[in-house]
T-cell receptor, first 111, second 118 residues
Framework: EDQVTQSPEALRLQEGESSSLNCSYT??????LFWYRQDPGKGPEFLFT???AGEEKEKERLKATLTKKESFLHITAPKPEDSATYLC????????????FGAGTRLAVHP | DAGVTQSPTHLIKTRGQQVTLRCSPK?????VSWYQQALGQGPQFIFQ???????QRGNFPDRFSGHQFPNYSSELNVNALLLGDSALYLC???FGPGRVTDYNSPLHFGNGTRLTVT
């Protein structure tokens, strides 16, 4: 059964303090791994798609990487506006755009 | 360019009642998926509609049903509501499998309908 586990559940950082979020997955054939950001009371906002091990993508202070078993979301010099829940999801060969999500990491960045 | 819109934003229902939630996909998208997100959890896939047919379904009982209209908008119906159905219901749209060269057309989510069952 496809499964996604994210850690830590919650992370508190000082502004400028870099860190990484982890997403471990098991899937019967990976079509894609997705990172989303979700603010309170809002729907998830798409950040990245990664397709194969070794791939990296960047957007502002965020960088996502992928191995055969894990993905990391690196946050460099975060700002308070980066505070949100970050969700990881995988799509296997079980169906078109049917995503399996992890429970997310709640990130709080304090000034 | 209008994104995914959902209505209503909030809803309070009593156990045993029925509810209908509505979704309009992002302009140009023809596939709609519904997800349930319990508090503190990630979204869980309910089902997906493409060409007015249910194409995939997650592990949800038959009390959950849906519909897609010719204009690609969609409804989610839940019958015989239980307290455990209280959650944020998210609609997501994308291009259908027959219209993209990139198989992994990313999902675009609406802001959801917060359903509370008392």
């Amino acid at each position: 059964e496809d499964q996604v586990t994210q850690s830590p559940e919650a992370l508190r950082l000082q502004e400028g303090e870099s860190s990484s979020l982890n997403c471990s997955y098991t899937v019967s054939g990976l079509r894609g791994l997705f990172w989303y950001r979700q603010d309170p009371g809002k729907g998830p906002e798409f950040l990245f798609t990664l397709y194969s091990a070794g791939e990296e993508k960047e957007k502002e202070r965020l960088k996502a990487t992928l191995t055969k078993k894990e993905s990391f979301l690196h946050i460099t010099a975060p700002k308070p506006e980066d505070s949100a829940t970050y969700l990881c999801a995988v799509q296997g060969y079980g169906g078109y755009n049917k995503l399996i999500f992890g429970a997310g990491t709640r990130l709080a960045v304090h000034p | 360019d209008a994104g995914v819109t959902q209505s209503p934003t909030h809803l309070i229902k009593t156990r045993g009642q029925q509810v209908t939630l509505r979704c309009s996909p992002k302009s140009g998208h023809d596939t709609v998926s519904w997800y349930q997100q319990a508090l503190g959890q990630g979204p869980q896939f309910i089902f997906q509609y493409y060409e007015e047919e249910e194409r995939q379904r997650g592990n949800f009982p038959d009390r959950f049903s849906g519909h897609q209209f010719p204009n690609y908008s969609s409804e989610l119906n839940v019958n015989a509501l239980l307290l455990g159905d209280s959650a944020l219901y998210l609609c997501a749209s994308s291009f259908g499998p027959g219209r993209v060269t990139d198989y992994n057309s990313p999902l675009h989510f609406g802001n959801g309908t917060r359903l509370t069952v008392t």
